[in-house]
């Protein structure tokens, strides 16, 4: 739909710009995977941080939910 259109417009822009990205790299499903191991490494480091760092957790889960 709509969405799979824009999409395409931007890969195109960007290939267009010569900006290399995670997903255009990868493909979308490999990106998404490198995406989420990334996450996982950094909510592992926040863990000493306790409640402290849930804003952070919070931002990582927005990344990934925003950039799908």
Do not use: C, W
């Amino acid at each position: 739909g709509r969405r799979k259109k824009e999409e395409r417009k931007k890969k195109k822009e960007d290939i267009e710009a010569g900006k290399a990205t995670l997903r255009s790299l990868m493909g979308p499903k490999r990106a998404r995977e490198y995406a989420e191991g990334l996450i996982e490494q950094a909510e592992n480091s926040l863990q000493i941080f306790d409640k402290k760092a849930d804003v952070l957790r919070s931002l990582t889960a927005f990344v990934l939910d925003r950039a799908h």
